[in-house]
């Protein structure tokens, strides 16, 4: 019986929209069609725009009646567009999305009018006991509240039959402790603009009054074929191969990676732009990326919240549009063994209201000596946090990118290319300053100017880049929430910036602003100069040299989550009130009972999938030599082939048992609570499914392709 996965290569012929004169309608005269922002909206007076701003900015509470223009006016917009429904939209601890849909209609008497109030569009109360909350509510207390996020744009979602209007909230429980990814990058942004501006006008940008994250991430995924998909259990239940043999030719060649982009691809993705563009979200750049079958997207970076919010879009409009060219976008960090994993770069810097980016070297002197504290101020907070840090992209996924047998270390370092570090170890060394505390050395225009180009040779081995004007954090996993790692980012920034204040108050009374920027950079870069790292990050000695150096290398989920209870790491976050204690422990308590039960998902399916389809393929395949063993012993036939590959694979098959068997029982042996779980599942259970995978893989490469009951990696990667 042979298997058939049909692909269904039927093309969907997307076209965007044309003008009267037949041409494609420009990006400009559709972008932003379906996203609404109070600033840029009709029907709002141009004085109430200036008090959301104010209230925006500020975080000020905002007053009903302008709530109520508001909500007039949206509901004007999103009616005439087809809406039939809004909803508060928000970022449980999932890390996933979460809405519910109301009604534009309200009765007056018994006269059905489109409405939605100010009350509805500040504040909703969904149903919150069942969201991931980590035991902070008890059930008499299960109410949460979302409330209306200024900052990020209201949009219109597709629906079969309409529309429906999506509010960005922050979701809160009833004593207001954050149960969202959102609520903390939102404190983090406002603690970080509070140091940063300061920071700014001590030493002498007088004018900067905000300083804003500016962030733009870039997103990795797959394109399998719908059929390949719903033939492998493994994917559908866990996102991921759980087994599967490496096809020959892979990613060796490196003839995938910027190559030429398959053209049922290419539709799918012209019409993930187009319906990003229509919300308002700047996708720019598309390209294959290393693996085959794998792709990224990338967008214009703006204000960190609002990226955050785009970037969830960006991963549900993937997988929407896929689905109507029949792909399934795989959005996981490693849905195949022994290939490249997907991630998710998140590329940060901080810019003033008037524009200037805080990381670029820009090339007068003065400017040269800002960029160049500010850049030891932030690799100050990545050594420190660096727990914090490797924690906030910890997941049952990501632990296949991150210290793994085929991945990079999961050890926190710093790339800052080689002429940075240059100029970084003669301020390091003192080389700089002169007697007087005058800075001597020539910093250099020509040296920073340089920097850019020092970068194009990209270190991709690197977890944490400076990349030419901006920091690129490339350890993220491809299926989270942006908003977790760049809160505790910004957070740990947002902690040295702090002290820095505090450095140069004293500092500048007793020398020139320079002196004392350039006193600091050095301080923070001879206690910070273990996390520099420009050497292969993928390579053994670079586990060696960083053990030596006493950089931490937690290379699990389990390991890593920790340090979400360790009060040294924390006590500045909850201090400022960007993280309160007991969400930290809602969030540990969360997170670790998500890993523990994905990985309890994996170890169920892989033994499954061994019994319902391996061990019955092996069986036939057995039965096949075996009638021709039996054949040729009948004719009197020497041939020793058969009975040798027949015994090959017996001897395959009941190795696979055996560690089918080591899997089971240590999967009925747990029984620690979710901590201890955890451990055992990383270090003892997961290598057991890794073996029993290696054995499936064993068994496959003996079985023919027609008795081979799963899409193999081959079909998957290569078919389109
Ligand atoms: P590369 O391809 O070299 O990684 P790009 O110039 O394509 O770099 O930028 C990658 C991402 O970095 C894009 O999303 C871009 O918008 C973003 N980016 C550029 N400048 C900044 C900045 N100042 N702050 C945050 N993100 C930025
Ligand atoms: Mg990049």
Not at 89 to 109: C, I, N, R, V, Y
Not at 182 to 209: C, E, H, Q, W
Request: charged share 25%; net charge negative.
């Amino acid at each position: 019986e042979a298997k058939k996965f049909a692909i269904n290569r039927k093309e969907r012929t997307f076209k965007r929209p044309v003008d009267l004169n037949g041409n494609f309608q420009k990006v400009s005269e559709y972008y932003g069609e379906n996203v609404f922002h109070y600033l840029t909206a009709p029907g709002i007076p141009e004085s109430i725009k200036n008090e959301l701003l104010t209230v925006s900015n500020s975080g000020n509470k905002l007053k009903k009646e302008h709530a109520d223009i508001v909500a007039k006016a949206v509901t004007e917009w999103a009616t005439a567009k087809g809406a039939t429904h809004f909803c508060h939209w928000f970022q449980p601890l999932t890390g996933s999305t979460a809405e519910k849909h109301d009604a534009f209609l309200d009765l007056d008497g018994e006269l059905p009018i489109e409405k939605l109030s100010a009350g509805q569009l500040m504040q909703g109360e969904p149903d919150a006991s069942s969201f991931p909350n980590g035991g902070a509510r008890s059930t008499f207390e299960a109410r949460g509240y979302t409330s209306w996020d200024l900052t990020s744009p209201m949009f219109l979602m597709d629906g079969v039959n309409g529309k429906t209007l999506c509010i960005p909230t922050a979701f809160v429980s009833y004593h207001g402790d954050a149960l969202d990814m959102k609520t903390p990058l939102l404190r983090s942004v406002t603690r970080l603009n509070d140091v940063a501006t300061k920071f700014m006008n001590l030493i002498g940008f007088t004018d900067t009054k905000k300083v804003s994250v500016t962030c733009g991430a870039e997103q990795e995924y797959f394109l399998v074929d719908k059929a390949f998909y719903f033939s492998r259990p493994d994917l559908v239940m866990t996102g991921r191969t759980l087994l599967g043999s490496l096809s020959h030719k892979n990613q060796q060649l490196d003839d995938h990676y910027f190559g030429r982009i398959p053209e049922r691809v290419l539709s799918c993705m012209e019409e993930i732009d187009y319906e990003l563009h229509r919300l308002g979200i700047p996708a720019k750049t598309r390209h294959n990326e290393v693996a085959p079958g794998q792709f990224e997207i990338a967008q214009i970076f703006r204000e960190a919240n609002v990226s955050a919010d785009n970037n969830q879009l960006v991963m549900a409009v993937i997988k929407e549009v896929a689905e109507k060219h029949n792909f399934i976008a795989l959005l996981h960090e490693k849905p195949f063994a022994g290939i490249n994993g997907s991630g998710k770069h998140i590329n940060w810097s901080m810019a003033t209201d008037d524009g200037m980016n805080l990381l670029e070297p820009g090339n007068k002197p003065e400017k040269n000596i800002k960029f160049l504290a500010v850049t030891s101020i932030v690799i100050e907070a990545v050594y420190r946090r660096a727990k914090l840090l490797r924690m906030a992209i910890s997941s049952q996924g990501n632990d296949h990118r991150l210290g793994a047998n085929e991945a990079p270390p999961s050890i926190i370092s710093v790339f800052t290319g080689s002429n940075l570090e240059k100029i970084f170890e003669a301020i390091k060394n003192g080389e700089t300053v002169s007697e007087e505390g005058k800075v001597v050395l020539d910093l250099g225009a020509n040296q920073l100017a340089n920097l850019m180009m020092d970068n194009t040779d990209r270190n991709r081995t690197s977890p944490f880049a400076f990349t030419g004007n901006k920091f690129e954090f490339r350890a993220v996993g491809s299926s989270q929430s942006i908003s977790f790692p760049l809160s505790i980012l910004n957070a740990a920034v947002t902690e040295v910036f702090e002290e820095s204040i505090e450095f140069l108050e004293k500092e500048i009374k007793a020398s020139s602003v320079e002196a004392a920027l350039m006193k600091l950079t050095k301080k923070w870069l001879q206690s910070s100069w273990n996390i520099i790292f420009n050497g292969d990050g993928y390579s053994q000695e670079w586990v060696e040299e960083a053990k030596k150096r006493g950089l931490p290398n937690l290379r699990t989920t389990a390991d890593a989550l920790g340090a979400l209870l360790d009060d040294e790491q924390t006590k500045y976050m909850v201090e400022k009130g960007i993280f309160r204690k007991n969400e930290l422990q809602m969030r540990y308590n969360v997170l670790v009972e998500n890993y523990n039960t994905l990985r309890e998902i994996e170890f169920q399916t892989q033994m499954d999938i061994v019994k319902k389809n391996v061990l019955p393929a092996t069986l036939e395949y057995k039965k096949r030599l075996g009638k021709v063993i039996k054949v040729q012993k009948e004719i009197g036939l020497e041939s020793s082939v058969e009975v040798e590959m027949y015994k090959k694979l017996n001897f395959t098959v009941e190795s696979l048992y055996a560690n089918l068997m080591n899997l089971t029982s240590a999967c009925s042996a747990l029984n620690g609570d979710a901590a201890k779980n955890s451990l055992e599942i990383a270090n003892n259970i997961f290598p057991l499914s890794e073996k029993l995978a290696q054995s499936c893989n064993e068994v496959e490469d003996l079985i023919p392709n027609e008795l081979w009951p799963l899409p193999t990696y081959y079909e998957m990667l290569f078919l389109r």
